[in-house]
């Protein structure tokens, strides 16, 4: 796998624009949200509270795959509309950084949207994997 940024793009904040995946196995994760293993909600109205339970949950998803964070290639935000993203981006960011390999970290994309299934979710992740990528 490598995780690069090409001279011809600007320069991302906590992320890189190309994966590229030459051999191994591909892991793909549901949209992973803040529900405990018992399906309760945690944080309730609390972005990073939400936001700790969404990346420990892809961190055991990835587990159950044989996979960990340093495997991710891809992470897909989907942030509810009355989150207020500028004031919740720096935690979502220090989060994120706890797991991903800050030196080569995953491509992402960010969408906000009207609102996720159910509305008292904030946030939802997916995540993919490249295992034995090499």
């Known amino acids: ?28 994760l549901s949209g992973q949200i803040a ?5 309760n909600l945690v944080g309730a109205g609390d972005f990073a509270a939400q936001t700790r339970q969404v990346f420990a949950n892809i961190n055991s998803a990835l587990a159950a795959a044989g996979a960990t964070f340093h ?10 509309d009355p989150v207020d ?3 919740h981006l720096p935690a979502l960011r220090e989060i ?8 080569a970290p995953p ?7 009207r609102r996720l299934a ?3 979710w904030l946030i939802e992740v997916e ?3 490249a295992l034995n990528a090499g």
């Not at 529900?35 to 399906?39: I, S």
Request: charged content about 15%; hydrophobic content about 45%; overall charge positive.
């Open 1 to 28: 796998m490598n995780l690069h940024n090409p001279p011809a793009l600007h320069k991302p904040f906590g992320y890189s624009h190309v994966a590229e995946v030459t051999r191994g196995k591909l892991i793909y």
């Open 35 to 39: 529900l405990d293993p018992a399906g």
């Open 71 to 80: 495997d991710v290639v891809k992470l897909n935000y989907y942030i509810a």
């Open 85 to 87: 993203l500028a004031a």
């Open 96 to 103: 994120r950084d706890t797991y991903v390999n800050t030196a």
């Open 107 to 113: 491509t992402s994309t960010l969408i906000v949207v």
């Open 118 to 120: 159910r509305a008292e």
């Open 127 to 129: 995540a993919t994997a």
